[in-house]
Protein backbone atom coordinates (compact mmCIF):
# COMPACT_ATOMS: atom_id res chain seq x y z
CA UNK A 1 0.00 0.00 0.00
CA UNK A 2 1.10 3.85 -0.76
CA UNK A 3 2.43 5.23 1.90
CA UNK A 4 -0.19 7.52 3.77
CA UNK A 5 0.61 11.34 4.81
CA UNK A 6 -0.99 12.78 7.71
CA UNK A 7 -0.67 17.09 7.96
CA UNK A 8 -2.62 19.60 9.72
CA UNK A 9 -1.47 22.31 12.38
CA UNK A 10 0.57 21.65 15.46
CA UNK A 11 -2.23 19.68 18.00
CA UNK A 12 -4.07 18.50 15.37
CA UNK A 13 -3.44 14.80 16.56
CA UNK A 14 -0.70 13.87 13.70
CA UNK A 15 1.06 11.64 15.73
CA UNK A 16 -1.84 10.26 17.78
CA UNK A 17 -4.12 9.69 15.12
CA UNK A 18 -0.85 7.95 12.70
CA UNK A 19 -0.14 5.25 15.35
CA UNK A 20 -3.48 4.24 15.87
CA UNK A 21 -3.83 4.02 11.81
CA UNK A 22 -0.98 2.80 11.29
CA UNK A 23 -2.05 -0.05 13.46
CA UNK A 24 -5.32 -0.22 11.86
CA UNK A 25 -3.71 -0.82 8.07
CA UNK A 26 -1.32 -3.29 9.08
CA UNK A 27 1.20 -0.51 8.24
CA UNK A 28 4.67 0.58 9.85
CA UNK A 29 4.31 4.23 11.35
CA UNK A 30 7.06 6.81 11.25
CA UNK A 31 6.57 10.54 13.15
CA UNK A 32 9.32 13.24 11.42
CA UNK A 33 9.87 15.21 14.12
CA UNK A 34 11.12 12.16 15.88
CA UNK A 35 13.09 11.09 12.60
CA UNK A 36 14.68 14.56 12.78
CA UNK A 37 15.91 14.46 16.49
CA UNK A 38 17.56 11.12 16.30
CA UNK A 39 19.42 11.87 12.93
CA UNK A 40 20.74 15.07 14.42
CA UNK A 41 20.34 14.16 17.89
CA UNK A 42 18.81 17.27 18.77
CA UNK A 43 16.01 18.42 19.99
CA UNK A 44 13.76 20.51 17.60
CA UNK A 45 13.79 23.62 19.89
CA UNK A 46 17.67 23.02 19.96
CA UNK A 47 17.88 23.08 16.20
CA UNK A 48 15.50 25.94 16.09
CA UNK A 49 17.52 27.91 18.83
CA UNK A 50 21.41 27.43 17.54
CA UNK A 51 20.41 26.84 13.49
CA UNK A 52 17.13 29.05 13.30
CA UNK A 53 13.94 27.99 11.50
CA UNK A 54 15.86 27.91 7.99
CA UNK A 55 17.83 25.20 9.01
CA UNK A 56 15.56 23.39 10.49
CA UNK A 57 12.86 23.51 7.33
CA UNK A 58 16.35 22.26 5.42
CA UNK A 59 16.72 18.96 7.29
CA UNK A 60 12.81 18.21 7.44
CA UNK A 61 13.05 18.63 3.68
CA UNK A 62 15.25 15.93 3.20
CA UNK A 63 13.85 13.74 5.71
CA UNK A 64 10.52 14.27 3.49
CA UNK A 65 11.83 13.45 0.46
CA UNK A 66 13.72 10.12 2.40
CA UNK A 67 10.50 8.75 3.64
CA UNK A 68 9.52 5.24 2.34
CA UNK A 69 7.15 5.59 -0.27
CA UNK A 70 4.91 2.41 0.34
CA UNK A 71 3.70 0.44 3.67
CA UNK A 72 4.14 3.31 6.41
CA UNK A 73 2.09 6.17 7.41
CA UNK A 74 3.88 9.59 8.31
CA UNK A 75 3.23 11.89 10.50
CA UNK A 76 4.80 15.43 9.55
CA UNK A 77 5.40 18.51 11.22
CA UNK A 78 2.79 21.02 11.32
CA UNK A 79 4.81 23.28 8.94
CA UNK A 80 5.91 21.00 6.18
CA UNK A 81 3.53 23.15 4.05
CA UNK A 82 5.63 26.10 4.28
CA UNK A 83 8.21 24.81 1.58
CA UNK A 84 6.70 24.85 -1.82
CA UNK A 85 8.78 22.42 -3.26
CA UNK A 86 7.62 19.90 0.12
CA UNK A 87 3.58 20.97 -1.53
CA UNK A 88 5.21 19.81 -5.14
CA UNK A 89 6.70 16.56 -3.69
CA UNK A 90 3.45 15.92 -0.90
CA UNK A 91 1.32 16.88 -4.13
CA UNK A 92 0.56 13.46 -5.68
CA UNK A 93 0.74 11.21 -2.71
CA UNK A 94 -2.18 10.20 0.00
CA UNK A 95 -2.11 12.96 1.64
CA UNK A 96 -4.81 13.41 4.98
CA UNK A 97 -5.13 16.54 6.16
CA UNK A 98 -6.69 16.92 10.01
CA UNK A 99 -8.15 20.22 10.23
CA UNK A 100 -8.92 21.40 14.06
CA UNK A 101 -10.60 24.52 15.23
CA UNK A 102 -8.34 27.37 16.85
CA UNK A 103 -10.30 26.23 20.00
CA UNK A 104 -8.96 22.78 20.66
CA UNK A 105 -5.40 23.52 19.23
CA UNK A 106 -5.28 26.38 22.64
CA UNK A 107 -6.49 24.37 24.84
CA UNK A 108 -4.46 20.98 23.96
CA UNK A 109 -1.21 23.03 23.35
CA UNK A 110 -1.73 25.48 26.35
CA UNK A 111 1.17 24.22 28.61
CA UNK A 112 3.38 22.65 25.25
CA UNK A 113 6.84 24.20 25.33
CA UNK A 114 8.55 21.64 22.78
CA UNK A 115 7.49 23.78 20.12
CA UNK A 116 9.06 26.74 18.80
CA UNK A 117 6.79 28.24 17.04
CA UNK A 118 4.06 27.69 19.49
CA UNK A 119 6.43 29.39 21.76
CA UNK A 120 7.27 32.23 19.62
CA UNK A 121 5.99 35.16 21.14
CA UNK A 122 6.51 37.33 17.89
CA UNK A 123 3.90 35.33 15.81
CA UNK A 124 -0.08 35.60 16.01
CA UNK A 125 -0.09 31.56 15.78
CA UNK A 126 -4.45 31.48 14.78
CA UNK A 127 -3.13 34.12 11.79
CA UNK A 128 -0.26 31.23 10.96
CA UNK A 129 -3.23 28.69 11.26
CA UNK A 130 -5.19 30.57 8.68
CA UNK A 131 -2.90 31.11 6.38
CA UNK A 132 -1.33 27.37 6.52
CA UNK A 133 -5.06 26.54 6.04
CA UNK A 134 -5.16 26.76 1.87
CA UNK A 135 -1.50 25.04 1.83
CA UNK A 136 -2.85 22.07 3.80
CA UNK A 137 -6.10 22.03 1.48
CA UNK A 138 -4.11 22.46 -1.81
CA UNK A 139 -2.37 18.72 -1.32
CA UNK A 140 -4.62 17.15 0.90
CA UNK A 141 -6.66 13.80 -1.14
CA UNK A 142 -8.99 13.43 2.38
CA UNK A 143 -9.54 16.41 4.91
CA UNK A 144 -11.07 15.24 7.98
CA UNK A 145 -12.51 17.60 10.79
CA UNK A 146 -11.35 16.56 14.27
CA UNK A 147 -13.68 18.36 16.19
CA UNK A 148 -15.03 16.76 18.97
CA UNK A 149 -14.08 13.01 17.58
CA UNK A 150 -12.79 10.24 18.94
CA UNK A 151 -9.01 8.63 17.54
CA UNK A 152 -11.78 6.10 16.78
CA UNK A 153 -14.00 8.02 15.02
CA UNK A 154 -11.28 9.91 13.09
CA UNK A 155 -8.83 6.66 12.29
CA UNK A 156 -12.26 4.93 11.25
CA UNK A 157 -13.46 8.24 8.39
CA UNK A 158 -9.85 8.55 7.15
CA UNK A 159 -10.17 4.34 6.55
CA UNK A 160 -13.54 4.99 4.92
CA UNK A 161 -11.67 7.97 1.97
CA UNK A 162 -8.76 5.65 1.43
C1 LIG B 1 6.28 23.02 13.45
C2 LIG B 1 5.59 21.95 13.99
C3 LIG B 1 6.22 20.89 14.78
C4 LIG B 1 7.70 20.76 14.45
C5 LIG B 1 8.38 22.09 14.52
C6 LIG B 1 7.76 23.12 13.59
C7 LIG B 1 5.55 24.07 12.72
O1 LIG B 1 5.56 19.65 14.53
O2 LIG B 1 7.90 20.19 13.18
O3 LIG B 1 8.30 22.52 15.85
O4 LIG B 1 6.15 24.86 12.00
O5 LIG B 1 4.30 24.10 12.82
P1 LIG B 1 4.08 19.28 15.11
O6 LIG B 1 3.08 19.74 14.10
O7 LIG B 1 4.13 17.80 15.22
O8 LIG B 1 3.93 19.96 16.41
Do not use: C
Amino acid sequence: MESIYLVGFMGSGKSTIGKQLAKKLNLLYIDMDEQIEQTTKKQIKTIFAEEGEQAFRDIEHKILTETPKQGYVVSTGGGIIERKENRQWLLNKQVVYLNTSWDTIKNRLAHDQSRPIWQDQSKDKQLLMQSRDPKYREIAKIIVNTDQRSIDQIVAEINLHL
